[in-house]
């Protein structure tokens, strides 16, 4: 059974600073893995996908590197804005196209 | 925005009602999966519907079940509500590609069970 994890559960930044977040997940054998941002009592909204065949993707100031062998992807958010404040969840495919998330990762950017 | 339209938004239901959910897919998608969010917890795989068949299902009871329409939306029907049954219900719509494809998610339908 696929296990997706992320550290830290919540942090809180200083607006202007470097956001990291990490995911774990125990079973290699992915076809991609998706970074989310979901806003309180919304939906998900997809920030990134990664093929299980790249190492990173970017767009704008969100960069996600995914070391499969590892089990680990990492979601960088550059020069954190307020409006970053949000739960950002890491998700992987795996068998039938099904998705396994993490519990996620909830951000606060303190201005 | 995606594509992903869901219905009711939100809705209250009493323990032991049922209660059907419905999921408007993006343009050109063919596959919709379901997926259960608790509060605080990771969204959890329900089940997903491919060419109006069920194609894989979660760890949940057969009262949940599902159906997928030529048109590729789909309904979510829960029977026999228990209170645990309390959650975000979203809906993910994806095209059908050995798992290659980005999966887009609706807004979500915040079912309160009492």
């Known amino acids: 059974k696929q296990e997706v994890t992320q550290i830290p559960a919540a942090l809180s930044v200083p607006e202007g600073e470097n956001l990291v977040l990490n995911c774990s997940f125990t079973?290699?054998?992915?076809?991609?893995l998706q970074w989310f941002r979901q806003d309180p009592g919304k939906g998900l909204t997809s920030l990134l996908l990664?093929?299980?065949?790249?190492r990173e993707q970017t767009s704008g100031r969100l960069n996600a590197s995914l070391d499969k062998s590892s089990g680990r992807s990492t979601l960088y958010i550059a020069a954190s804005q307020p409006g970053d404040s949000a739960t950002y969840l890491c998700a992987v495919t795996h068998g039938n196209n099904r998705l396994a998330f993490g519990k996620g990762n909830q951000v606060v950017v303190i201005p | 925005e995606t594509g992903v339209t869901q219905s009711p938004t939100h809705l209250i239901k009493t323990r032991g009602q049922q209660v059907t959910l419905r999921c408007s897919s993006q343009s050109g998608h063919n596959t919709v999966s379901w997926y259960q969010q608790a509060l605080g917890q990771g969204p959890q795989f329900i089940f997903q519907y491919y060419r109006e068949e069920e194609n894989g299902r979660g760890n949940f009871p057969p009262r949940f079940s599902g159906l997928q329409f030529p048109n590729y939306s789909s309904e979510l029907n829960v029977n026999a509500l228990e209170l645990d049954d309390s959650a975000l219900y979203l809906c993910?719509?994806?095209?059908?590609?050995?798992?290659?494809?980005?999966?887009?998610f609706g807004q979500g339908t915040r079912l309160t069970v009492v």
């Open positions: 079973d290699s054998a992915i076809y991609n």
């Open positions: 990664i093929q299980s065949s790249q």
């Open positions: 993910a719509s994806s095209l059908h590609s050995l798992g290659h494809t980005e999966a887009f």
